[in-house]
């Protein structure tokens, strides 16, 4: 599996505070079966986010660690002005890999008006947005719709593994089923921030997500869409709905 949401990079911000968790993260992610992982530190207002500051810490973890997860670096990238005007003048300074797709999380208070032109404009510039764990925003809730109408124009939707679970509440677990079943998910990922609590983990949510809608959906968001991300791919064609599982003659009374 490929995981392209994590904070396994030291000292850079809420993620792991030192080498000792990172390698201690990487160890969960090989043990569970992530092959690859993507760190990708906070770049607000609290993190500065330097990717060259980003390029020495992946060296000197990939150093420590081994090859058992091969380290791609991104950014968790905060949606405020200064931000999209950096994107927009720098276009791989924040995308993952250099490439074309960014991470994109939303305040919990606010959600401007003028992210519609904002999406625009990172678009024509090459920029895919992937939009992050909507699920665990309560704006973004009520705004279901809305998503649906940016991924229509390109946009794309990750959600965490373990709010499929339940990590995060009822409500993150009931909004990302919904988002499954609307057919606005590409991408499940960790959002990892530690070994213990929220871990690089992802082979539960892929039993989740296989046993509730089919090995065929589990394997595109879980492997097929992140490598296509990490190449700067475009991302491969949907495969053809799976039938439903048919009735037993005592489940039809």
């Known amino acids: ?3 392209i949401h994590s904070h396994v990079l030291p000292g850079l911000d809420d993620g792991s ?8 993260m990487l160890a969960v992610a090989a043990e569970t079966g992530t092959t690859d ?10 993190f500065r986010f330097d990717p060259d500051v980003v390029a020495e810490k992946l060296a000197e973890l990939a ?12 950014c968790d990238f905060h949606f405020y002005y200064d931000n999209i005007q950096d994107a927009l003048a720098h276009p791989e300074k924040f ?3 250099h490439k074309k797709y960014l991470l994109v999380e939303f305040s919990d208070l606010l959600i401007a008006k003028s992210t519609d032109d904002v999406f625009v404009r990172l678009l024509e510039a090459g920029i895919v947005p992937i939009i992050t764990h909507p699920e665990r925003n309560y704006l973004l809730h009520r705004r279901l719709d809305q998503i649906q109408s940016w991924a229509e124009r390109g946009c794309l939707v990750q959600v965490t593994g373990q709010s499929l679970l ?12 919904e988002l499954l079943k609307r057919g606005l998910v590409h991408f499940v990922a960790s959002d990892a921030h530690d070994s213990q609590d929220r871990p690089p983990r992802l082979d539960l949510a892929y039993r989740e997500v296989a046993k509730r809608f089919g090995g065929a959906l589990a394997e595109r968001l879980f492997v097929a869409n992140p490598g296509a991300v990490l190449t700067g791919d475009p991302l491969p064609p949907a495969p053809p709905a799976e039938p439903p599982a048919p009735r037993k003659w005592y489940q039809l009374w």
């Open 166 to 177: 339940g990590r995060f509440g009822s409500g993150a677990r009931d909004i990302s089923r």
């Open 17 to 24: 505070p030192s080498l000792e968790e990172s390698l201690k």
């Open 1 to 3: 599996m490929i995981d």
């Open 37 to 46: 992982l993507v760190a990708t530190p906070h770049a607000n207002l609290q």
């Open 63 to 74: 150093e420590a660690f081994g090859s058992a997860v091969r380290l791609h670096c991104g």
């Open 95 to 97: 995308t993952i890999n």
